[in-house]
């Protein structure tokens, strides 16, 4: 098992200044850190890795699609652009040294339609998703798609759906990952979701339901860990959570209040919670 902790909590663009954070990061017994994928500044990923290898830190690493780069749109540009942001995205974590990269990378964050999913649409994200992962797979990096509640998309929102989504797909560098915070609000039982992902997941977000610090909310702990347990999953589990030190990112998290003592409170306690946890 590996614990890692994602750096939206302190930053969405990691560059240098952020070196005694990771340091710290080391300090506190994580074993990698979640790096954001939105400024596409190669140089900067170069030299961020070069330190996490320095520190001996491993990474992950996260990204979005905008509506312009939606690659379920009908319009056959915007798929286009939804590709080539996934390619541009993947050099940046081959430059970092990251393994995999994450997200809601199969639709747009936020658009919707008015209505449920096409099967013309699963059809088109599919497509772009093998190619991406084509690209993906000469950087040896894996692509994971990761399911959402229904209040922040409408193409993916539980593990089955995932799961048969990459399945379909069937390319190795193509995978799904399962997030506690969006299982809290889909799922009837963690237990199940994660059974019936289990051969397509290979990535946690550990998440309280407010996105504070784990194991201090109202997420179902012990169905979480036990379906982990039973699968015998040994991949990343990393803390996603979210604070009010980014403002842009608060709104768009619908962070309002504060919901933690301190930034360094909420990674202490939550890394010793995921260890008992799963200890």
């Known amino acids: 098992m590996k614990y890692g902790l994602n750096l939206l909590l302190w930053t969405a663009s990691v560059d240098e200044t952020h070196f005694p954070l990771l340091e710290q990061i080391?300090?506190?017994?994580?074993?990698?850190?979640?790096?954001?994928?939105?400024?596409?500044?190669?140089?900067?990923?170069?030299?961020?890795?070069?330190?996490l290898s320095e520190l001996g830190l491993g990474s992950t690493a996260v990204t979005v699609c905008t509506k312009e780069e939606n690659p379920i749109d009908p319009d056959p540009a915007v798929r286009a652009a939804g590709l080539a942001r996934l390619k541009k995205a993947t050099d940046m974590v081959a430059a970092a040294g990251a393994t995999h990269l994450l997200g809601p990378i199969h639709s747009a964050l936020g658009e919707f339609?008015?209505?449920?999913?096409?099967?013309?649409?699963?059809?088109?994200?599919?497509?772009?998703?093998?190619?991406?992962a084509d690209y993906a797979q000469q950087q040896n990096v894996t692509l994971v798609v990761e399911y959402l509640n229904r209040f922040e998309c409408y193409f993916?929102?539980?593990?089955?759906?995932?799961?048969?989504?990459?399945?379909?797909?069937?390319?190795?560098?193509?995978?799904?990952?399962?997030?506690?915070?969006?299982?809290?609000?889909?799922?009837?039982?963690?237990?199940?979701?994660?059974?019936?992902?289990?051969?397509?997941?290979?990535?946690?977000?550990?998440?309280e339901n407010d996105r504070s610090t784990p194991g201090e909310g109202g997420v179902n702990w012990d169905s979480n860990f036990e379906g982990l347990k039973e699968v015998g999953y040994d991949g990343w589990m990393v803390i996603e959570a979210f604070g009010l030190a980014l403002p842009d990112l608060a709104a768009a998290t619908r962070i309002w209040r504060k919901m933690f003592?301190?930034?360094?409170?909420?990674?202490?306690?939550?890394l010793k919670f995921m260890k008992s946890r799963m200890g």
């Open 26 to 51: 080391k300090g506190w017994g994580y074993d990698g850190v979640e790096l954001p994928v939105f400024d596409m500044n190669l140089e900067t990923f170069t030299k961020v890795g070069a330190k």
């Open 113 to 132: 339609t008015g209505k449920g999913r096409t099967e013309e649409e699963w059809k088109r994200g599919q497509e772009i998703l093998a190619q991406a």
């Open 156 to 207: 993916l929102n539980c593990a089955e759906d995932a799961a048969r989504f990459t399945r379909e797909v069937n390319h190795p560098n193509l995978k799904m990952m399962y997030d506690t915070f969006h299982a809290n609000i889909e799922e009837k039982c963690p237990k199940t979701a994660i059974k019936a992902c289990a051969d397509q997941m290979v990535h946690v977000h550990i998440s």
């Open 261 to 270: 003592p301190s930034e360094e409170h909420l990674a202490t306690q939550g």
